[in-house]
């Protein structure tokens, strides 16, 4: 079939894009406001855009009117967040992050997550996050309907058990994010496979090959 995206409300292409530009990596993000209220809610329009600078970008959409998301609003304020890849443990409480919450409110109190100290930003970082990077905000895009955030990557935290730093990889095996497959689902990412015709799960364990 061939669809025409000019013929197409943005709703229209809305739906056709999120659907099969999938799986997509999920940033949970935290912001904080000018009153030390730590907002945190999840984007799946996100990912790694390079490494030197190491940047990383998150689109945020407008609301009527064009008002802002909590978080749209804070990096705008003041240009510091914390990015954090959700996995199976706390895949629930991430999800419920996305619920309408008063900006007067935390996510995190409401959801049970923890909040732990940053090093290098305001925001905290989620204690239970397998992984977490600490962001300044280097440049916003915006559109009619969307802010577009980049950010350069300031620190990373990890769980004890996901990188060995004396080579700098990470343990593909203690590590099992969820990522957004359309709608309302989600995917795990446990089936995983070599492109490597000599490998094998048994004798060459996929975060382990040179």
């Not at 409480?93 to 909040?115: D, K, W, Y």
Request: glycine content about 4%; charged content about 20%.
């Amino acid at each position: 079939m061939h669809i025409d995206f000019t013929t197409l409300t943005a709703y229209q292409r809305y739906k056709l894009m999120a659907s099969l530009i999938v799986p997509r990596p999920i940033a949970l993000v935290c912001t904080q406001n000018a009153d030390g209220v730590v907002n945190a809610a999840p984007f799946s329009m996100f990912n790694m855009l390079g490494e030197d600078p190491p940047i990383l970008m998150i689109s945020i959409n407008k609301l009527q009117d064009d008002l802002l998301k909590d978080t749209a609003a804070n990096l705008l304020s003041n240009g510091q967040f914390v990015v954090h890849i959700a996995d199976e443990p706390m895949a629930e409480q991430m999800h419920r992050c996305g619920e309408n919450v008063p900006s007067t409110l935390s996510e995190l109190q409401l959801v049970g997550l923890t909040a732990a100290p940053s090093v290098a930003v305001k925001p905290p970082r989620i204690a239970e996050a397998p992984v977490a990077f600490e962001c300044q905000l280097s440049e916003t895009l915006e559109t009619s309907s969307r802010h577009i955030f980049i950010g350069t990557v300031l620190c990373l935290h990890a769980r004890e058990d996901l990188i060995d730093l004396e080579r700098y990889r990470v343990r593909l095996q203690n590590y099992f994010p969820v990522g957004r497959f359309g709608a309302s689902y989600y995917v795990r990412t446990r089936d995983r496979f070599s492109m490597d015709a000599d490998s094998t799960p048994a004798s060459n364990p996929i975060d382990e090959i040179d």
